[in-house]
């Protein structure tokens, strides 16, 4: 069975700080790859996805991730964090499967909290 | 644009009882996904539901049962409710299995 892992449960930056968090899976199929973040009391949110193509994707506010196929991983970053990007942030990944039922699997999740 | 659309927000309810959970996919989308979320916890795919038909299945209880009608809207069923069933049931939806995009969940609180 597929499997995702995040490193970091817990990280705390300031503000203007880099951020990078590590997620791993560990499927040799064709998958496609995601970055959901969950802001408090809130649902999940697209922030990236990688289907294809350039192993860099770019996100929305400033996230970007890249896959290296060789390390099963599909890190995210951004160079510089705002205190509004403090939340969850779950990486996700999928079976290529025909007919549907693409069910995502879940990373236990990173929180995140940026500092003033 | 449209988004997901799941009711009720929230929900209290008794052990033993039922509830059921409804969900709305964006327009066009042929693929509905439910996910539970516990406490501090990552999303736990349940069940998913492609043009109708159910697709796959995941960690759902046997006392749990979802369908998916007509007109593409799908329904959690949950009978003899535990106090572990108390969490967020998110429903996500997508188009021919790219991206899924969640509703804003139905907190279930079992007491």
């Known amino acids: 069975a597929q499997s995702v892992s995040q490193h970091n449960h817990h990280v705390i930056l300031s503000e203007a700080a880099s951020l990078e968090l590590g997620c791993n899976y560990s499927?040799?199929?064709?998958?496609?790859l995601f970055w959901y973040v969950q802001y408090p009391g809130q649902h999940l949110q697209l922030l990236l996805k990688?289907?294809?193509?350039?192993?860099l994707v770019k996100g929305i506010k400033g996230f970007e991730a890249e896959f290296i196929k060789s390390k099963f991983s599909f890190n995210l970053r951004k160079p510089s964090v705002q205190w509004s990007d403090t939340a969850e942030y779950f990486c996700a990944v999928n079976l290529i499967l025909t007919g549907g039922g693409n069910k995502l699997t879940f990373g236990t999740g990173t929180q995140l909290k940026v500092e003033l | 644009a449209a988004g997901v659309i799941q009711s009720p927000r929230h929900l209290i309810k008794e052990k033993r009882e039922t509830a059921t959970l409804k969900c709305y996919p964006i327009?066009?989308?042929?693929?509905v996904y439910w996910y539970q979320q516990g406490p501090g916890q990552d999303p736990q795919f349940l069940i998913s539901?492609?043009?109708?038909?159910?697709?796959d299945k995941g960690s759902i209880p046997d006392r749990f049962s979802a369908q998916q009608f007509s007109d593409y809207h799908s329904e959690l069923n949950m009978s003899s409710l535990e106090l572990g069933d108390s969490a967020l049931y998110f429903c996500?939806?997508?188009?021919?299995?790219?991206?899924?995009?969640f509703g804003p969940g139905t907190r279930l609180t079992v007491t």
């Open positions: 996500a939806s997508s188009s021919q299995g790219y991206e899924q995009y």
């Open positions: 990688y289907f294809s193509g350039d192993p």
């Open positions: 539901f492609y043009e109708k038909m159910q697709s």
């Open positions: 327009p066009r989308h042929d693929t």
């Open positions: 499927y040799g199929g064709t998958v496609n």
